[in-house]
C-alpha cells in the first residue's frame, strides 16, 4: 500500500540491508513505474507557473481535544486492521505542514544540516518559503520540533486530527476527489503547493494538507501489526528499524490517498515528497520558541 515512489526506495533499503552492494545514489535516479489513476483522465498535470507566494506563514496550532477517535480501516491493508476506537488525550498539532522558509529559519539558527543535496532535482520549484520543507530525514524532523519546544506527532494523533473523531477516510469525506489535495492526480500544481492552497483538504479539526501535498513523517516506529493494541495513547514500540510515514504526496495516485494508508522508512531517509508537523501535549502550552512561524 506504498506511495510508488516509496515503494521503489523501500525496495532500494531492503536490498541494501540484505547486504547486497547497491549505491545510495540508486534512491534518486530511480525511475517509478508508470500506475494508471483510478479515475483516467486525459489531462496530464499541469506544471505550475505561477509565483509562490513569499510571505511567511505565521504559526498556528490546532487544538485536538481529549476524547476517542475511530483507528484504522477495515477494507484496507493488513496493517490498517481491525479499525477501532482508541482513546486519546488532548494535544496540539500545527495547522500547516512545516515550512521551507521555518526550517531554513532554523538552519541558520542552530547550524543544521540544509534540507538538499546535489541529488535533488528541481530544487528552485521545491524551496519557496510557504511550500512544506521536503528532503528532511525523521532525524532531521525532529530536531526541528525539539527546537520549537515540540514533537513529531504520534501516528495516533496524526491520524485522529486528520479523519476527526468518526474516522472519514478523506478530510472531506469517505469518498475521493480529484483535485481537492494536491496529489499526482490532476490538479493545478506540479510539485508541492504552498501550504494550505487545498481548502478542501482540511480536517474537521481545520488540520491543513494532510491527503496531499507532501507525506509526514510521525513520531512511532513502524509495528505492522499495531492497531491489535487498542490501549489509550499509543505510542508505539521503544525501538524498530523503520519509522512510521502518513499521508499523501504531491506524487501519490489513486486511492492511495486514503487517510488510514501507513507507510514506513529508515529515520535517514530522505526525499523530496516527505515532509513533516509538529506536535504539543496540551499541558506543554503555546509560548515556546519559533512559535512565529511553521
Not at 75 to 83: A, I, L, V
Not at 114 to 133: E, G, M
Not at 164 to 189: F, H, I, V
Not at 256 to 271: A, G, H, Q, S, Y
Request: contains cysteine; aromatic residues 12%.
Amino acid at each position: 500500500m506504498l506511495d510508488k515512489r516509496l515503494k521503489w526506495a523501500f525496495l532500494v533499503v531492503a536490498l541494501i540491508f540484505a547486504g547486497l552492494p547497491i549505491a545510495g545514489i540508486i534512491l534518486d535516479i530511480l525511475t517509478p513505474p508508470n500506475i494508471e489513476v483510478e479515475q483516467p483522465s486525459s489531462e496530464a498535470k499541469p506544471a505550475r507557473d505561477t509565483t509562490t507566494p513569499v510571505e511567511p506563514v505565521k504559526a498556528d496550532m490546532v487544538f485536538i481535544p481529549a476524547g476517542e477517535f475511530l483507528r484504522g480501516y477495515n477494507g484496507g491493508g493488513f496493517d490498517e486492521k481491525p479499525e477501532g476506537r482508541v482513546m486519546l488525550d488532548a494535544y496540539w498539532i500545527d495547522r500547516y505542514e512545516v515550512t521551507y522558509g521555518a526550517y531554513t529559519a532554523f538552519v541558520t539558527a542552530t547550524g543544521h544540516r540544509k534540507p538538499v543535496s546535489r541529488y535533488v532535482k528541481h530544487f528552485d520549484k521545491l524551496s519557496a518559503p510557504t511550500q512544506p520543507a521536503v528532503y528532511v530525514s525523521w532525524e532531521d524532523a525532529d530536531a526541528y520540533c525539539r527546537y520549537r519546544g515540540a514533537r513529531l506527532p504520534t501516528e495516533a494523533e496524526w491520524e485522529k486530527a486528520a479523519r476527526g473523531s468518526n474516522g472519514l477516510l478523506w478530510p472531506w469525506g469517505n469518498q475521493d476527489k480529484l483535485g481537492a489535495a494536491n496529489t499526482g492526480n490532476p490538479d493545478p500544481y506540479e510539485f508541492p503547493a504552498p501550504v494550505a492552497s487545498f481548502p478542501v483538504d482540511q480536517s474537521p479539526y481545520g488540520v491543513y494538507d494532510m491527503a496531499g501535498n507532501v507525506m509526514e513523517w510521525a513520531a512511532d516506529w513502524y509495528q505492522e501489526d499495531a492497531y491489535r493494541d487498542a490501549s489509550p495513547n499509543p505510542k508505539g514500540l521503544p525501538t524498530g528499524s523503520f519509522k512510521v510515514i502518513r499521508g499523501a504526496s504531491w506524487e501519490t495516485i489513486g486511492k492511495e490517498t486514503r487517510l488510514t494508508i501507513r507507510l514506513k522508512m529508515v529515520p535517514d531517509f530522505r526525499d523530496t515528497t516527505i515532509g513533516f508537523r509538529c506536535a504539543r501535549s496540551s499541558s506543554e502550552g503555546l509560548h515556546h520558541r519559533d512559535d512565529k512561524t511553521s
